[in-house]
């Protein structure tokens, strides 16, 4: 009952009943409350599914146990210190629906002149939204990643490898140099959106789920 466990094992094998009976062993063993046990999970079903082991495991005390998914036990918090946020009320939640049709505005609304979206409109919000969980994952944000791009931009075009030294582009950046840049470039305009669609939440009052976590 103390210490870490690491369960590992497949679907269908039992997972949520050791936790389940682990959580019980605890209330059965300590004096601990109910109440002080937090049990986060992935998915809803999960959530239902350790309440229902847990009320007939100990009873109603499997009431009390604290049983969120990880984005649910975010909002619970924020709800409850908002303030603290510096928010002047609670934020409202983005699924993922309305952060595509918020994607789709600012993409149409833009003068942009590599995210153009055309037919596949999919494609560009699944990668975007890729990005943008990943930066939050890893607390690097927008203005970061376009500071870092500038940054390899400049280290380029300023680098002496990266110039010709003969024939008639001589002194000029190669052609990989110059493709290179026009990747960060369009890396550059990604950054640009990002800020772009942090700025338009922040308008609104509206989390998606990345801020949450």
Not at 117 to 140: C, H, Q, T, V, W
Not at 168 to 183: D, F, T, V
């Amino acid at each position: 009952i103390e210490g870490p466990v690491m369960v590992v094992a497949g679907p269908g094998t039992g997972k949520t009943q050791v936790l389940a009976l682990r959580i019980g062993n605890i209330l059965k063993s300590t004096d601990n409350k109910a109440d002080s046990i937090l049990c986060l999970t992935f998915t809803n079903s999960a959530v239902a599914a350790m309440r229902e082991r847990l009320l007939r495991y100990i009873g109603d005390e499997g009431d009390k146990v604290n049983i969120f998914t990880f984005h649910s036990f975010g909002l619970a918090i924020i709800e409850k210190y908002f303030k603290v946020l510096g928010l002047s009320e609670m934020p409202k939640l983005l699924d993922e629906g309305e952060s595509a049709v918020f994607f789709d505005e600012i993409l149409e609304s833009g003068d942009w002149e590599y995210l153009r979206p055309r037919g596949d409109r999919a494609r560009y919000f699944g990668d975007l939204k890729s990005l943008s969980s990943l930066l939050k994952r890893e607390r690097i944000t927008s203005e970061d990643f376009s500071r870092a791009i500038e940054r390899e931009i400049k280290n380029i075009a300023e680098s002496e490898e990266n110039l010709s030294t003969r024939g008639s582009r001589k002194g000029e950046l190669k052609k990989e140099a110059l493709k290179e840049i026009e990747g960060l470039e369009k890396s550059r305009e990604v950054a640009q959106f990002l800020e772009t669609y942090k700025a338009r939440k922040q308008e609104k009052n509206m989390l998606d789920y990345d801020d949450v976590l």
